[in-house]
């Protein structure tokens, strides 16, 4: 049951412009606006930010990780001090992935059956047993709002036959999340439940998933089992049919993407959610997201620029330091050239998501991607 102020999940299409679609979602910890980019904070922290300085790029909602945080400190250590929220000074919304892609793509030692995997810790080798029930345990003791089904993510170049049984596993593992999740008392009562579509590039697969998932019922479904290599042709490839495969009156998340054009041709399919560590990772390696391209910060022509990263950008890194300041302190190594880069990336591609919800709203979102595409791809 929802109210006007309070909602467990609300989520309303406020435009539409081609497939492109604009929005907001409620929930109890606040509103977030679609199409949504998540800065990923894997270890209850987006990497060289504080909390209060990524609501301040506009950020809505956050991600974290389920297989880093039942690892280190461990779901149960987190409960104790109160959540997710309290642990990391977080009070807007968080999703939780459910720990299926790390375990796949982290853990050499693995062992997958119809019950769930058994895996060895990346950290230091201790042994792990994750099935959709604990999955489902694991976010709710870290108190998350977005929780997801537990699944498998095959790699993308196995046979067909292959791709198939896996995807039919994580349809009856989204079965067993959907009971896990609902027999969560207060957590259930408060939160929401995305399911995840799988098979790989496959249309009948997909649709078959995404039938199977509308079968059970979700608040959400994402659109999983991409950008793991296939390219960005494939992907879109994908994308093509399967964000239409799923229920309309939902929010659809394709999980793990991308980069800047990523975003802009999945939100022209339909697509209005997404997370990535690109922005925070390429923050710490020197790399700037600007409407002009990427830049490498490191790069001797910076040397003494004394212009912004991006004349266009608001940040406070722009209003701030010189390219000339952030190509120093990358090339010393210094631990603030990461913090300013990493600022102004996720400035970056929340101005990216504001500019595609503001074109969506008044019906010039072709225009919008052409010219983003232009200056960004220089094409």
């Not at 929401?192 to 998932?213: M, N, V, W």
Request: aromatic residues 8%.
């Amino acid at each position: 049951m929802t109210t006007q102020h309070n909602p467990r999940f609300d989520f309303q299409i406020h435009a539409t412009d081609g497939k492109a679609r604009t929005g907001v979602i409620r929930m109890r910890r606040g509103e977030i606006r679609t199409p949504a980019f998540m800065p990923v904070g894997t270890a209850a922290t987006v990497k060289a930010m504080k909390p209060q300085d990524v609501r301040a790029t506009g950020a809505d909602i956050i991600l974290g990780n389920t297989y880093h945080l039942m690892l280190r400190p461990g779901a149960e250590r987190v409960a104790r001090l109160g959540g997710l929220h309290k642990f990391m000074n977080w009070n807007r919304p968080i999703l939780t992935d459910s720990g299926g892609y790390q375990v796949m793509s982290l853990s050499e030692l693995r062992k997958i059956t119809e019950e769930g995997v058994t895996f060895a810790s990346h950290i230091d080798g201790s042994r792990h047993h994750l099935t959709p029930e604990r999955s489902m345990e694991i976010q709710r003791l870290l108190g998350s709002d977005i929780v997801m089904c537990f699944d498998e993510c095959p790699k993308i170049d196995q046979p067909r036959d292959v791709i198939a049984r896996s995807m039919e596993m994580s349809m009856r593992w989204a079965k067993r999340s959907r009971e896990g999740f609902d027999s969560g008392g207060a957590h259930a009562a408060n939160s929401a439940l995305f399911g995840i579509q799988q098979g790989a590039l496959d249309e009948g697969l997909r649709k078959a998933s995404a039938d199977a998932l509308a079968d059970i019922g979700f608040d959400g479904y994402a659109i999983g089992g991409l950008a793991v290599g296939e390219g960005q042709e494939a992907m879109f490839a994908t994308l093509d049919f399967a964000p239409g495969q799923l229920p309309a009156d939902r929010p659809r998340y394709l999980m793990g993407v991308g980069k800047p054009d990523d975003l802009v041709g999945a939100v022209e399919r339909g697509v209005d959610m997404f997370d990535c560590v690109l922005p925070t990772r390429s923050g710490r390696n020197g790399q700037a997201f600007t409407w002009n391209g990427p830049l490498n910060m490191r790069n001797a022509r910076h040397a003494e620029d004394t212009g912004p990263i991006d004349e266009r950008c608001t940040c406070p890194t722009c209003g701030t330091y010189s390219r000339a300041y952030i190509h120093h302190l990358i090339r010393s190594g210094e631990i603030l050239g990461a913090m300013l880069l990493t600022e102004h990336n996720i400035s970056f591609y929340q101005q990216l998501m504001q500019g595609m919800r503001d074109a969506i709203g008044e019906g010039r979102f072709a225009a919008f991607a052409a010219d983003f595409r232009r200056d960004y791809l220089r094409t």
